[in-house]
């Protein structure tokens, strides 16, 4: 039997303040961007710094610290899963983009290099 896995790993920081969630049933929610950014040198020698942003989607609980110390800028270790997510944009055209659900979430002391 073929064994699947769907694991992302990332280490960044966080964009914005994340914006938490508290439902009825006392269930915790926090939503925000994480950037990473990857250096590299051209053909030509140059040095280059490519930042991708991510979603990331994480409920309070095991693995996770207290979301209320999130902050813009901290740098986080997270580990999680992508999920598809679909979306109608206001033209009516449908989408499709991913995030990450985190499963485990670690503040890092220092900053990314």
């Not at 896995?5 to 961007?33: H, T």
Request: charged letters at 30%.
């Amino acid at each position: 039997m073929e064994k699947c896995l769907n694991r992302v790993e990332l280490r960044g920081n966080v964009g914005v303040d994340p914006k938490i969630n508290q439902f009825d049933e006392g269930a915790v929610v926090m939503r925000f961007s994480l950037a990473t950014n990857e250096r590299y040198k051209t053909r030509k020698g140059e040095l280059m710094e490519e930042t991708v942003w991510h979603n990331v989607v994480a409920w309070a609980g095991k693995n996770m610290p207290e979301f209320g110390k999130i902050k813009k800028g901290d740098f986080l270790q997270i580990v999680g899963r992508l999920k598809p997510v679909e979306y109608t944009t206001k033209t009516g055209v449908e989408r499709q983009t991913y995030e990450v659900v985190a499963s485990s979430i670690k503040m890092e002391e220092t900053l990314a290099v």
